[in-house]
C-alpha cells in the first residue's frame, strides 16, 4: 500500500524538458502524492485546454526511465495509457523529467504505437541529446516493450489505478 500525501509535496516543483520543440515547462497544476526512489505518483489538468482531454494520473519510475500517463476525459473515462521514455533529475525539490521523445501508446483495446521516433532521430542527428541519453532511452524503450509484450504492464499502470481509486475516495 502507498502512502498518499499530497501535503507534503507542495513545495516541489515538476518540470517537462523537451528537446523538440525546446522548452522547460513548470508543471504547475500537477499534484505530486508520492516520491520515493522507485516512483512518482501526480494527477494533473491538461495545461491548455482541450476537447479530447481533460488530465490524468502519471507514475514515473525513474530506475525504468518511463513515466506511465493515464489520460482522461472530462467524464473520467480512459482515452489510452501514454508512456514517455524520460530520464528523471531530482534536485532538491526540484523534478524535472526530460522527455526523451520516444512514446508509446497503449489504447483500451491494447493496441500499441509508437509515436515521435522521428523527432528521436532528429534529436540524435543534430546532437540535442547524448550518446548516452540515446543509448539509455533505447534501453528504457526496449525494456517497456518487453512488459507490455510480456503481459506485464498491469505492474505499471497499478499505482496509477490505486491514485485513482484513493482520490475517488478522499477527493
Given amino acids: 500500500m502507498i502512502n498518499y500525501d499530497p501535503q507534503k509535496y507542495t513545495d516541489f516543483n ?32 491538461a495545461l491548455k485546454e482541450r476537447t479530447d482531454m ?14 506511465v500517463s493515464k489520460k482522461i476525459t472530462a467524464d473520467g473515462d480512459l482515452l489510452y495509457w501514454y508512456n514517455d521514455i524520460m530520464e528523471l533529475i531530482i534536485e532538491d525539490r526540484t523534478i524535472t523529467m526530460n522527455d526523451m521523445l520516444l512514446d508509446i501508446l497503449v489504447y483500451p483495446d491494447n ?7 522521428d523527432e ?37 499502470r497499478a499505482p496509477v489505478e490505486e491514485l485513482a481509486s484513493y482520490i475517488k475516495e478522499h477527493g
Fill in 54 to 67: 481533460a488530465g490524468g494520473l502519471s507514475a514515473y519510475y525513474p530506475k525504468l526511465g518511463v513515466k
Fill in 14 to 45: 515538476i518540470y517537462r524538458r523537451r528537446y523538440i520543440p525546446e522548452e522547460n515547462i513548470l508543471l504547475k497544476k500537477d499534484v505530486i502524492y508520492h516520491i520515493s526512489e522507485d516512483l512518482i505518483l501526480t494527477s494533473w489538468t
Fill in 120 to 156: 528521436f532521430a532528429d534529436a540524435m542527428e543534430t546532437d540535442l541529446i547524448t550518446k548516452e541519453q540515446s543509448i539509455a532511452a533505447m534501453r528504457a524503450l526496449s525494456g517497456l516493450l518487453n512488459i507490455v509484450y510480456e503481459g506485464s504492464y498491469d505492474t505499471l
Fill in 111 to 117: 493496441t500499441i504505437k509508437l509515436v515521435d521516433a
